[in-house]
């Protein structure tokens, strides 16, 4: 199963908003429901910000939203804040597997 | 408060065998499912296997055969048995609270260094 395809890293501004784009195939993020990302700071666990492509686990700020169309899902932060500096991580169910992660996205906040 | 709390990792050489455990608080491990999920150093992560809460497991292909998942009730504990281990298999190795099909408790992780 290969990982998911994702940004190695994008930059942007305080304030404004970064989407990170995390693509798979017709076997994962394309055929399910089941995208979820995780956000992970240096030497630490990684946290769940996104389940089931769009939703929210309580506690999580609303400044992150994801979404998918077809084989791409995405994850936005807007208002991004120094706190959001990060690596970034996208998994989806897959048919052979409970999981498959992507690469990770490393988000500099200029 | 729902925590994880792994242990068990250490150095061990080549061809080795290492338990690591995961003792959860605030929530019934049995009555959940738990994966395992590992990091190897500078890379990304890995899912490496799932305990359903009817006791189904499945595992990774990297790791089929040689690692075995299990859970104890009156420990509420996870665990994860390694054997006949490599040097890919260096990594943190983090237990996680699987809600089909994300993971919403993560614990601090387990460093498992092999090493010849």
């Known amino acids: 199963q290969s990982a998911l395809t994702q940004p190695a890293s994008v930059s942007e501004s305080p304030g404004q908003s970064v989407t990170i784009s995390c693509t798979g195939t017709?076997?994962?993020?394309?055929?399910?429901?089941?995208v979820s990302w995780y956000q992970q700071h240096p030497g630490k666990a990684p946290k769940l910000l996104i389940y089931d492509v769009n939703n929210r686990p309580s506690g999580v700020s609303n400044r992150f939203s994801g979404s998918k169309s077809g084989n791409t899902a995405s994850l936005t932060i807007s208002g991004l804040q120094a706190e959001d500096e990060s690596t970034y991580y996208c998994s989806s169910y897959t048919s052979s597997s409970p999981y498959v992660f992507g690469a990770g996205t490393k988000v500099t906040v200029l | 408060e729902v925590q994880l709390v792994e242990t068990g990792g250490g150095l061990i050489q080549p061809g080795g065998s290492l338990r690591l455990s995961c003792a959860a608080s605030?929530?019934?491990?049995?009555?959940?499912?738990m994966s395992w999920v590992r990091q190897a150093p500078g890379k990304g992560l890995e899912w490496v296997s799932v305990i359903y809460s009817d006791r189904r497991t499945y595992y990774a292909d990297s790791v089929k055969g040689r690692f075995s998942i299990s859970r104890d009730y009156s420990m509420n504990t996870l665990f994860l048995q390694m054997k006949s281990l490599r040097a890919d298999d260096t990594a943190v190795y983090y237990c996680a609270r699987d809600l089909l099909y994300f993971m919403d408790v993560w614990g601090q992780g387990t460093t498992v260094s092999v090493f010849s």
């Open positions: 017709s076997n994962d993020v394309g055929d399910y429901s089941y």
């Open positions: 605030g929530f019934t491990v049995s009555s959940n499912h």
